[in-house]
């Protein structure tokens, strides 16, 4: 597992701080935590520990980091070629670069000839340090597409794979581990501190997530300032449990401290007992018991007799009572309507109407006390006289009186008079009800002036009663009725007990003693809670700022740096460092870094841990007052390279105009570097340094060099020139160019249609030209043999004997040749009446780079 991959295992583990994940996340994409990614990791923090409502891409950004371009490398990843690019600045479509995937390739481009653009896609779609750079749509051919390209690599020499490469959009794994170094990500290779310090890149993003946080803590720190003071809460005695709770506030949840302020909150019942509670502490305070005791007795002989009226009325006319006599009055329908039904049918068809009825009945009972208190038999049997009309009974009256007597007698007759009877008793009951208060106007008038609210409530529950016994006495009667409003009788009934209590608690000086303690704890006790209640705001002003306060030192918790020290020391005891400390020396030494006595030191603290380069056997210095901006450039070189050997890692690496600003020294220090790596993997070069060109060139000696030239045409760039700039030309390159110029010329002269002279003078002029720059090259590279450089400040001594060697025909071939070029050239505005020259033709033009052909033929056989 790769250093980096250990990073990220660690910090996506439970039990670290989500926010962490994000600022990790960041330092891999940007190579740095910038103060615009600062806001972000402070509101993610915020938003974790409750402090900020989560937004939508909370989720996202606490999810676990990627190892994208990260992970163990399994095979090298070449680069094959670049192309198929839409809407990316002005780069040409369909122009294809093509990457040679063994040695060096170099990208070159004039300023303007693209390849800035094409680098902007390559550090997208691969792996550098710091910021991606934003990359623009093409202002010549507007479009709402996508900027776009198409990148074709290989893995370990497989077919190869093309990726769609879509600003913002997918990555591809295989291309996020190809590594890229510029001027910009150089700066990532080292420590902003007081020394020039390179730091490995597991520990960069260690110590970049060290800056996060301590800048995180300094605004949870000033934001949390807002919060340390306490809002003013006062006024609450001691002994209170108001008091007790209010100071348990800072350790009490924000839900259970707004439960238990509502609950030490006093409710309106209780407010109005303070008042009372004082009169009757007053009252206690400096009498004896027996006085207290006779006074007490007295109240209560007043209030009894009115609670037990009230109550009577409201035990007579209760749900329960209303729901018996209702059930009195059904039962009393119901036997009623069956002893009809049987009357009906024993009586049906009679000559005499009403037979059955209660006027007949009670005249058959008569009849029958009269019969049998003569000891007569009733009813009369056949034979007898008729008790009331005296005549003789024969057999049919017989039987019908004998049926007469039985229906008075039957069971339903019996059931219906009793259910009349026992529901006519329940309603003479309510119907003899009083509701006269008049006995009880002392009292009354002693409650409303102490209690006038009891005495309207008191009015409902009469009104309510009185409705209750007109709806049972009605002619259809109600027994179903609004609930009844009990405040009164329970009212008298809590007083009744309270002076039964008080009696008891009075039955002595120390019972006396201990109720009015009592009675004082409670009165303060309430009015404590009347003080919260009326503070309350102020209070849950209090409970909030406790809460936020508490958030705050939640999310500091996750500012404490311990964690990452401990995961420091891991890293370094693995040996990373170590390994790396030597492999960072030995970069170095192969870069040429001789600017002062150098070593490597490592040392770690809060949370980080750093491979210091120091001056040796000097007193602490700040090496970045005395390292040149090359010599910086060049320990981020070694850093990076060194990155790439200790996690073993072989896939392509791209520089970008990576001596911006170097001297030509340094220049030739990195062209020799960067030959040498290219022949362990593929490297690709992109400059528009034209010395550094050449210093790549020479310093290939040993790996293959490929040169991809681009340049701008009309409002478009990228285009591929397909040779070597003519700076970088050698004569021999530049003899080539001239014969294929000549070929092209050639071609214009024989298009006799559309030939013209002057035009073909201007193209014999633009070739003599060049032929006399090919000439300086000739001089330069073969007669003085390089001693002097164009591209270098340094002169070749050893080289000195070359220019012994140059004979006087060649002085006189040059002289001459050269004069003639210079004949031809617009080197000065000449006047209209001197000798016009002129210019020679095709084959005369042919015939002089020949001869210059064959002129460098004898140069380079006389200096062998």
């Known amino acids: 597992m790769s250093q980096i991959a250990k990073v990220v295992e660690w910090v996506n583990q439970d039990g670290k701080p989500l926010w962490w994940r994000h600022a990790i996340r960041i330092v891999l994409g940007h190579g740095e935590i910038k103060p615009e990614f600062v806001d972000i990791l402070y509101n993610l923090a915020k938003m974790e520990f409750g402090l900020l409502q989560k937004d939508e891409i909370y989720p996202a950004n606490i999810s676990p980091v990627g190892l994208m371009g990260f992970g163990v490398e399994e095979h090298p990843i070449n680069l ?444 303060l006790e309430l009015l404590d809670r009347q003080t919260i209640r009326q503070q309350k705001q102020l209070v849950l002003n209090e409970i909030n700022r406790l809460y936020t306060f508490q958030m705050f030192q939640n999310a500091l918790g996750s500012v404490v740096l311990k964690r990452v020290t401990s995961f420091t020391s891991v890293l370094s005891n693995a040996g990373a460092i170590g390994q790396l400390k030597d492999v960072f020396e030995r970069e170095l030494t192969a870069l040429g870094f001789k600017a002062f006595p150098a070593e490597t030191q490592t040392r770690g603290s809060a949370g980080e841990q750093k491979l210091k380069l120091a001056i040796a056997n000097i007193a602490p210095t700040k090496i970045s007052d005395i390292a040149s901006e090359g010599e910086q450039k060049c320990i981020a070189l070694a850093g990076f390279m060194s990155e790439l050997t200790i996690d073993n890692r072989k896939s392509a690496i791209i520089f970008d105009d990576p001596v911006n600003s170097l001297d030509h020294k340094w220049r030739r220090l990195f062209a020799k570097r960067i030959a040498m790596e290219s022949l362990h993997r593929q490297v690709i070069v992109l400059t528009h340094d034209l010395p550094f060109l050449v210093m790549l060139r020479e310093a290939a000696t040993e790996t293959s060099f490929n040169l991809l030239h681009i340049a701008q045409r009309g409002p478009y760039s990228g285009f591929l020139v397909g040779r070597l700039p003519w700076d970088a030309m050698s004569t021999k390159d530049r003899i080539k160019f001239l014969r294929q110029q000549i070929v092209d010329v050639r071609r214009y002269c024989k298009d006799f249609e559309n030939f013209i002279e002057e035009d073909y003078k201007e193209k014999a002029r633009y070739v003599y030209g060049k032929l006399r720059t090919t000439l300086e090259r000739l001089i330069e590279e073969w007669l003085i043999g390089d001693v002097v450089q164009r591209f270098s400040r340094d002169v070749r001594v050893t080289m000195i004997a070359k220019l012994l060697k140059v004979s006087e025909p060649e002085i006189v071939f040059i002289t001459v040749i050269y004069d003639k070029c210079c004949g031809f050239l617009d080197a000065h505005d000449n006047p209209a009446n001197a000798g016009v020259v002129p210019m020679p033709d095709i084959d005369e033009l042919n015939q002089d780079i020949e001869d210059l052909a064959a002129f460098f033929e004898e140069v380079k056989n006389n200096r062998r």
């Open 80 to 523: 094959l070629s670049l192309g198929m690019v839409r809407n990316v600045s002005s780069l040409v479509p369909d122009q294809n670069l093509n990457f040679d995937p063994n040695g060096l390739t170099v990208v070159y481009g004039d300023n303007g000839a693209g390849k800035s653009s094409y680098a902007k896609i390559l550090k997208s779609a691969c792996l550098t340090r710091g910021d991606v750079p934003n990359i623009l749509t093409n202002v010549f051919k507007p479009s709402i597409e996508k900027p776009q390209a198409t990148l074709s690599f290989s893995s370990a020499g497989r077919t190869p794979s093309q990726f769609v490469w879509e600003k913002d959009g997918e990555v591809s794994p295989e291309l996020k581990s190809i590594r890229i170094f510029d001027s910009k990500s150089a700066v990532h290779y080292i420590s902003k501190e007081d020394s020039v310090e390179y730091k490995p890149a597991e520990l960069k993003l260690l110590d970049e997530l060290v800056r996060g946080c301590l800048e995180v803590k300094r605004r949870l720190l000033g934001e949390q300032k807002h919060h340390s003071t306490p809002h003013p809460v006062f006024g609450f005695n001691p002994s209170t449990k108001v008091n007790a709770f209010v100071h348990s506030l800072s350790n009490l949840p924000i839900t259970e401290s707004t439960r238990a302020l509502d609950f030490h909150c006093a409710t309106d019942e209780e407010i109005a007992q303070i008042e009372p509670l004082k009169l009757e502490i007053v009252e206690l305070t400096g009498k004896t018991p027996d006085q207290l005791k006779k006074e007490l007795t007295n109240k209560l002989g007043h209030r009894e007799p009115i609670y037990k009226f009230i109550n009577n009325l409201v035990s007579q006319l209760s749900d329960g009572n209303l729901g018996e006599i209702g059930r009195l009055y059904d039962e009393q329908n119901s036997r009623i309507s069956a002893a009809e039904t049987i009357r009906q049918t024993t009586l049906t068809g009679l000559p005499i109407g009403g037979i059955g009825a209660d006027v007949w009945k009670q005249m058959w009972r008569h009849v029958e006390s009269f019969i049998t208190n003569q000891n007569g038999s009733f009813p009369p049997v056949v034979g007898e006289n008729c008790p009331t009309c005296l005549q003789v009974i024969d057999t049919a009256t017989a039987e019908r009186m004998k049926a007469f007597h039985n229906y008075l007698q039957d069971q339903s007759q019996v059931e219906a008079q009793k259910a009349i009877q026992a529901y006519q008793a329940r309603i003479q009951f309510i119907q003899n009800l009083s509701f006269d208060l008049s006995p009880f106007s002392g009292i009354l008038t002693e409650i409303e002036t102490i209690k006038p609210e009891v005495m309207t409530a008191l009015g409902e529950l009469m009104e309510q009663l009185t409705n209750r016994k007109q709806a049972v006495l009605a002619s259809t009667p109600c027994f179903i009725l609004p609930p009844l409003i009990l405040n009164v009788p329970n009212w008298l009934k809590a007083q009744l007990d309270s002076l039964k209590a008080k009696i008891e608690s009075v039955a002595d000086d120390g019972s006396l003693a201990r109720s009015l303690a009592e009675m004082n704890s409670r009165l």
